[in-house]
Antibody, heavy 116, light 107 residues
Framework: EVQLVETGGGLVQPGRSLKLSCVAS????????MSWTRQAPGKGLEWVAS????????YYPDSVKGRFTISRDNAQNTLYLQMNSLRSEDTATYYC?????????WGQGVMVTVSS | DIQMTQSPSFLSASVGDRVTINCKAS??????LNWYQQKLGEAPKLLIY???SLQTGIPSRFSGSGSGTDFTLTISSLQPEDVATYFC?????????FGGGTKLELK
């Protein structure tokens, strides 16, 4: 059974940093691209970052480019999202997803609140 | 960026009804369109990938169609457990973009 478990969320002040983690199980992690997608409270979904299975290439939308960094440790079956210079508009639930024909499996999500 | 316009944003239907939800892309996305179901307080669940392929374990009352810029999700006979918000996702080109969602309720 595919499982994705996100951790690392919480309350953080504007301008500060936070690092999310996602531990994967139930599939061969290093065979799949992975992504992060977020959902602001009561809002729709926004793709945040993707990484190839080797970690050699990464992709971001303009809204987070230069502030967020996606990475992975294939030996530990873990995906990361380093978020710097956080803004109030980054407040959202962040989902880790496995990518196969788009995102096929999603974690339960972790809440990030950016507020002073 | 490719804009995904989803309609309607809200839908009320009765058990047994045939329900259709649409997504229109601002440019050609071939068949790289997925449909997701999100129940209150839960993560999204993949229903349909690549426009018309049913994800494993999803009931056959769900189907998808379309290509290019116009896509449709159909629920052939609405069940009470289908109450949810539905989203489309284009994964043809970066940045991936989602439709705004359709909230489906029982009449």
């Amino acid at each position: 059974e595919v499982q994705l478990v996100e951790t690392g969320g919480g309350l953080v002040q504007p301008g500060r940093s936070l690092k999310l983690s996602c531990v994967a199980s139930g599939f061969t992690f290093n065979n799949y691209w992975m992504s992060w997608t977020r959902q602001a409270p009561g809002k729709g979904l926004e793709w945040v970052a993707s990484i190839t299975n080797s970690g050699g290439s990464t992709y971001y939308p303009d809204s987070v480019k230069g502030r967020f960094t996606i990475s992975r440790d294939n030996a530990q079956n873990t995906l990361y999202l380093q978020m710097n210079s956080l803004r109030s508009e980054d407040t959202a639930t962040y989902y880790c997803t496995r990518d196969h024909y788009g995102s096929d499996y999603w974690g339960q999500g972790v809440m990030v609140t950016v507020s002073s | 960026d490719i804009q995904m316009t989803q309609s309607p944003s809200f839908l009320s239907a009765s058990v047994g009804d045939r329900v259709t939800i649409n997504c229109k892309a601002s440019q050609n996305i071939n068949r790289y369109l997925n449909w997701y179901q999100q129940k209150l307080g839960e993560a999204p669940k993949l229903l349909i990938y690549n426009a018309n392929s049913l994800q494993t374990g999803i009931p056959s009352r769900f189907s998808g169609s379309g290509s290019g810029t116009d896509f449709t999700l159909t629920i052939s006979s609405l069940q009470p457990e289908d109450v949810a918000t539905y989203f489309c996702l284009q994964h043809n080109s970066w940045p991936w973009t989602f439709g705004g969602g359709t909230k489906l309720e029982l009449k």
